[in-house]
């Protein structure tokens, strides 16, 4: 008898746990530290091929990035390889965890040495891509859950739908909808409102795959829809958590070319 | 004509009601009519000029540009930044706005040892008296932005709002407006830029129609009151004016057309045309019952005789319009034709219209009146006796006439300015003189230079050749402050040499010119946006334009081309010259070719209709040949007083046409009347002048009256437009009251001398 009691309430006991556990809701928060997880590598190598789309008209660049992300900081490089005429030409960022002061230096081979770019409004566009100096970041998706508050406004059986507003003041977007696939916790789509609310730019993933362990998009599209033009990069070659030399994040490397 | 008399007699009632239902009808209509006075509307649909600065336009995210001045001893202080920036941000708001430039906003790139910075040359608004100096000095050292966004000497700046291309420009310009009346500025301030001039001129426009159609309606009506000294003599006339009007406007709604600028005088006009034909009618109806007949023999009479003549008149006065027609310019293509229907209209009226009206009216009270003044009978005795006994003189006098006037011609200068057509010490004069004298000019001249190759703007040599241009073009008197890519690049290679003046020059090979491009690509403002491509195919140059006469500016337009013909000529480039001041000038061409063959075609086609009318040639000819002169006397009389041929005064020689030939219609109906009736050769004329003299005399007095109400008007074009179009008009009375009589007897001399000596060598 004490037996089938003790049974009982393990029983009991199990299925409320178990009940416990469904009943956990995730966050809004919850989900996009999901979404970082399931991205950020400690470091990437990355060589993409650019399409700036103005219409019908479509330039083309070539580019590899070198991303680390260090303890105190996360760094990157950007380096163009295409076209001929703005070959070598890189860009060096410092991204401290405990403040908002990003470093950014310039090297461009027509000048010779390392520029640093001074209090730049990283809202700016990209070096006349659709991505700001902000979206870059987004990229490796390390800074959704660092720049960003999170709450679920819809889910389904596949994907949840969040609303992310960006707790950096320096972002400009009013607010943001991002689209993430529950299976594999990775962002499909993201759109951005501006500060009148209205649509502004789309972030769209495709062709997303596992490559070494993490899931990666094979095509990234951002689209101004307010200027009806976009910026679309095609992944070329991923490395992964490859060590890399600290000594490739500093002035003088970017310098050497 | 009997047919017509016969139809009126049995259906008056018919007749009223179906015209006061076409007249609801098209009232109806006119409550719809817009008012369109963009510059473009005068150009016909699709011409290459307008729609290269469309494309230009499309391109560069709009070539409109709504300009505010601020003007002060110096402009460079606290508050008056202040306001700039307030204005910069509110005009950003405007919906059709694209961007706003000002002094506050404005972006440069900025580099300092190894730091390189694109930001704005304004971060924070000074706050203290040494940010404000120390602002000034930075500012001396700028000359991408010192004569633009800031007068050389402090004592302005401006605010310049880009309209988007597909801009409500209407709407926007009531915000700036709003936005600018909404503050208390302590500065002068002044807006300008085209999208004003046409939005100001709508608004002139609505004022000139509301105040000059009342006025120009009672005073004919008074001249009617003292010419027929009865109710019916004022109400029939105006009323067939009124209708005419009301039909004409409603077409124009009808056909989803707009009225422009020079649509201003077609009601002024109707009141003095339409009235004419019922004038006519109701003369010959007052001088039979005078003379004892009974008023239905003088109904009959006004229709039978004098519908005649004014169906002749008319029609020539129609073909006179309609030959405005042939302009290339849209805006006079459309008066002429609408006003052609106007008097259509009034025609019709007033031979269907207005007989059935009397037909259904009492026999009048009082008949004596009819204008009956002894200064009149004096003043056409002394016609008639020049006409007969001095006929020599007068023929004499009007080929002087001719040759002075023939002189005079080669000195009328065209003139499309638009600012012309407001007040000197309007706000608009105001601000075009400011802008002139500070900035260089309102205007912009756009130059799309396409390499017809992607990345061929990289090319330094290439670029050195546009520098080159902007360098020629601001050695010219009328171009100051040119930009183009040329500036910011050299900003940008500066900016990344330490600041160093010594850089501030055009970098030396193709990969430096792309990576600046890029660099510069990061700016927000798209600065770079303004001056090239997507594909850095093409180089816009925008140069400031100063105010010049038709005149001036065709001729440096034409140095312009020169200019780029020496740099790019034997490169396969495609080169747009576009803009306000191109368009202006195209203008000045169209205007030009557009006087000559509107003049042509409606001498011809008065010559053909008199002459058609009149059964002879010869006739036709004696009616056209004193309106010829008095054409030829009006281009005189611009020549001697410098009034310039624009878009009004390129209208009179038509509008002395269809007039004018009417006098001579008239006069020579009734002489051929009175010669079929076994008078004379003198007596004919003698009564010629004494009676239609009189109608003639009473619709001269009230087409002039008419033209001269626009003195009032507050568009200086169309003032000078109404005193010489009035002069005209009188002019060609005295034609059709002296030259013609004059040349009848000389004719009949000729013949007389001419039959004689066939009689001699018989």
Known sequence: MKKYFVLLLVGLLVLSLSGLATAQELTGNDVLENVEESISADTAQITFSMELHDGDRVRNRKLETYTMDGPDYDKGKVRFLEPASVEGTGF????????????????????????????????????????????????????YDDDYDATIIEENDEEYLLEIIPTDEEIEYSYGKMWVQKSNWFPTKVEFYDEDEELYKVLENEDIKEIDGYWTAGQMTMSDVQDDTKTVLYLEEIIYDEQLDPRLFTTRNLQRY | MWLVQRFIKKYPKLIILVTILITVFFAYQALDVEIDTDMKEMFPDGHPTVETFDEISDEYGGSEYVVMILESENVINKDTLGNIDYLTEEF?????????????????????????????????????????????????????????????????????????????????????????????????????????????????????????????????????????????????PIAVVLISVTWTIGLVALLGRSLSIVSTVLPVLLVSVGSAYSIHLLARYYEDQQEGLSEEVAINNSIVKVGLAIIMAGVTTIAGFSSLGFSELTIIKEFGLFTAFGVLAALLISTFFVPAVLVLLKEPRNIESAGDSK????????????????????????????????????????????????????????????????????????????????????????????????????????????????????????????????????????????????????????????????????????????????????????????????????????????????????????????????????????FII????????????????????????????????????????????????????????????????????????????EVAIHTVGRANYFNATAVTAGFLVLLLSSFPPLRTFGLLTSVTMIVSFIGAMVVLPALIITGEALSNALSKEEEVTK
């Open chain 2, 610 to 685: 008199t002459s058609i009318l009149l059964k002879s040639p010869l006739k036709g000819f004696a009616c056209s040949f004193p309106i010829a002169v008095t054409i030829l006397f009006n281009f005189g009389l611009m020549g001697w007083t410098a009034v310039s041929l624009d878009v009004a005064t390129s209208m009179i020689a038509s509008i002395a046409v269809g007039i004018g030939v009417d006098y001579g219609i008239h006069f020579y109906t009734r002489y051929l009347e009175e010669r079929e009736e076994g008078a004379e050769l003198g007596p004919a004329l």
């Open chain 2, 92 to 236: 950003a708001e405007i919906e059709g706005v694209n961007k706003v430039r000002s002094i506050s906003n404005i972006e440069e790139i900025h580099g300092e040892d190894f730091t390189i910075e694109i930001r704005d040359f304004i971060r924070d608004l000074p706050t203290t008296e040494e940010e404000v100096a120390a602002l000034s000095e930075d500012l001396k050292t700028r000359d991408r932005y010192l004569g633009a966004l800031v007068a050389e000497d402090f004592s302005a700046a401006t605010i310049i709002a880009q309209l988007s291309p597909e801009a409500d420009q209407q709407q926007v310009v009531s915000q700036v407006e709003e936005i600018r009346e909404g503050m208390d500025l302590a500065e002068e301030h002044y807006l300008t830029g085209n999208p004003v001039l046409t939005n100001e001129m709508a608004d002139n426009m609505k004022e000139d129609i509301l105040r000059l159609f009342p006025l120009v309606s009672l005073i004919v009506m008074l001249i009617l009151y003292k010419s027929f000294k009865s109710l019916r003599g004022v109400i029939l």
């Open chain 1, 92 to 143: 060096l960022t410092r991204d401290p965890h405990d403040s908002d002061d990003d470093d950014m230096y310039l090297y461009m081979p027509a000048v010779g040495s390392v520029r640093r770019i001074a209090g730049s409004d990283k809202n700016n566009s990209f070096v006349g891509t659709d991505f700001s100096y902000n979206d870059l970041s987004l990229l490796g998706g390390a800074n």
């Open chain 2, 375 to 606: 200064l009149l009978t004096k003043l056409f005795d002394t016609l008639a006796q020049v006409a007969n006994q001095h006929y020599r003189w007068v023929v004499l006098g009007v080929v002087v006439v001719c040759i002075i006037s023939l002189l005079a011609i080669p000195r009328i200068q065209p003139e499309t300015n638009y600012i012309t057509f407001f007040e000197e010490d309007s706000e608009i004069s105001q601000a075009d003189r400011l802008a002139n004298r500070e900035f260089g000019g309102a205007d912009t001249l756009e130059l799309v230079i396409d390499t017809q190759a992607t990345d061929g703007i990289e090319d330094p040599l290439f670029l050195e050749e546009v520098k080159g241009l902007q360098e020629d073009l601001e050695d010219m008197a009328l171009f100051s402050n040119s930009m183009s890519v040329v500036e910011l690049l050299e900003e940008t290679n500066k900016a990344l040499n330490e600041g160093d003046e010594e850089f501030e020059r055009l970098p030396d090979s193709q990969a430096a010119v792309a990576q600046f491009l890029m660099l510069l690509a990061s700016d927000d403002e798209d600065l770079l946006g303004d001056f090239i491509d997507f594909d850095h195919q093409e180089s816009r140059i925008r140069v400031n334009t100063a105010s010049a006469d038709s005149t001036e500016l065709e001729a440096a337009l034409a140095e312009v081309d020169g200019l780029i013909e020496d740099r790019f000529g034997d490169e396969d480039y495609q080169i747009t010259v576009t803009g306000i001041p191109v368009l202006t000038n195209t203008l000045t061409d169209m205007i030009i070719n557009s006087q000559i063959r509107s003049l042509i075609s409606s001498l011809i086609l008065a």
